[in-house]
């Protein structure tokens, strides 16, 4: 599987569940007026539970939100890193660029420096017969 695909999955069912937790608490809980002044607004009907099986509730929910913000964390991790050591890609892209650059010029260095060859003519214009070209039979001489 893709892993954006993936991260936005495990995302969607984090979400998922804390819509979830959150509107289940909602309903089990029982509403008490925690103050005089503001009075208890319950939308719908609430199915209260006891106070230890509210508890055991919300600790699974707990459980399960912080099993998936893991999962959803790791599918992060698995994601390619843009940012992370770029100095030091770049570091490495400078010196490769380097070396390439001093190869050419002892490769143009050593044409010019060759007997007999000029540095725009082909290697099999400049000379009548070619190393490369003779047919070898038994190994190097």
Known sequence: MDPILQVDTA???LLKIMASAIAYLS????????NSRVPVTVHGSTEALSDEALEASRKELIHDLIAQAKELEHFIDLLPALNRDEQAKSARLESLQD???KANAEYRTTLQDAPGST????????????PFTQPCLGGFT
């Open 11 to 13: 995302l969607d069912t």
């Open 27 to 34: 309903r089990k809980a029982s509403h008490k007026q925690v």
């Open 99 to 101: 070396r390439l650059l």
């Open 119 to 130: 540095f725009d003519t082909p290697l099999h214009k400049s000379s009548g017969s070619s």
